[in-house]
């Protein structure tokens, strides 16, 4: 089993950045690929970022060029830079076994999810 708890959301100006965070506990994780959702409201869960146990990242082309995603140990982060109104969404953590997927039923294990808000 994977428990997944984030940190970090917040409100925020547009141009700025925010990190979020997910701490990990569990016997799997080091095995996991990790990865990162966002649900704007009224909007479907979308794929966001992804980081495989060995460091290979995969960006929703959306957003490619203004995120990082990495992990130490039993955290995975994300830095979402030059934040615009439309990045304001619920965050979520997600963890699966499977492989890097950007598909959100592959991914087994699901955090609680933070806010971000950012103001224009």
């Known amino acids: 089993q994977v428990q997944l708890v984030e940190s970090g959301g917040g409100l925020v100006q547009a141009g700025g950045s925010l990190s979020v965070s997910c701490t990990a506990s569990g016997r799997t994780f080091d095995f996991a690929v990790m990865g990162w959702f966002r649900q704007a409201p009224g909007k479907e869960r979308e794929f966001v970022a992804a980081i495989s146990p060995g460091g290979t990242t995969d960006y929703a082309n959306s957003v490619k060029g203004r995120l990082g995603i990495s992990r130490d140990q039993n955290t995975v982060s994300l830095q979402v830079d030059s934040l615009k109104p439309e990045d304001t969404a619920i965050y979520y953590c997600?963890?699966?076994?499977?492989?890097?997927?950007?598909?959100?039923?592959?991914?087994?294990?699901w955090g609680q999810g933070t806010q971000v808000i950012v103001s224009s």
């Open positions: 997600a963890a699966t076994i499977g492989g890097m997927t950007r598909n959100r039923d592959a991914y087994n294990y």
